[in-house]
């Protein structure tokens, strides 16, 4: 398994910008799909935003779609989440999730869901307010 450790959760208000960072032990070159997912209270963990090793493939959330950017430096072996316009709505614990056999193709579409990961983050809170 992956360790990966997340950081820049923070209190911000609607409108605002965050950038999300994961740091991974390791980062294989070719078939890994590196993933933010995110949990409410109360609610599923859902997907957010993905990309395959090679940066080829990337995914999004219809939410998050044109507001949100997903990154990675494999030099670094950093994922990084970049989020802007940011609504109440988005408040979450936000999870890392790393999948050593790349990225899943479900109905027509590339996507990761919570049971394909393979390691998970501890996660980092980000809070919008109104």
């Known amino acids: 398994q992956v360790h990966l450790v997340e950081s820049g959760g923070n209190s911000v208000q609607a409108g605002g910008s965050l950038r999300l960072s994961c740091a991974a032990s390791e980062y294989r070159a070719n078939n890994n799909c590196m993933a933010w997912f995110r949990q409410a209270p109360g609610k599923e963990r859902e997907g957010v935003a993905g990309?395959?090793?090679?940066?080829?493939?990337?995914f999004y959330a219809n939410s998050v779609k044109g507001r949100f950017t997903i990154s990675q430096d494999t030099a670094k072996n950093t994922l990084n989440l970049q989020m802007n316009s940011l609504k109440p709505e988005d408040n979450a614990m936000y999870y890392c999730a790393a999948r050593g056999g790349g990225c899943r193709w479900y109905e027509g579409a590339w996507s990761l869901r919570p049971i394909d990961v393979d390691s998970w983050g501890q996660g980092t809170q980000v809070t919008v307010s109104s």
């Open positions: 990309t395959s090793s090679s940066g080829i493939t990337t």
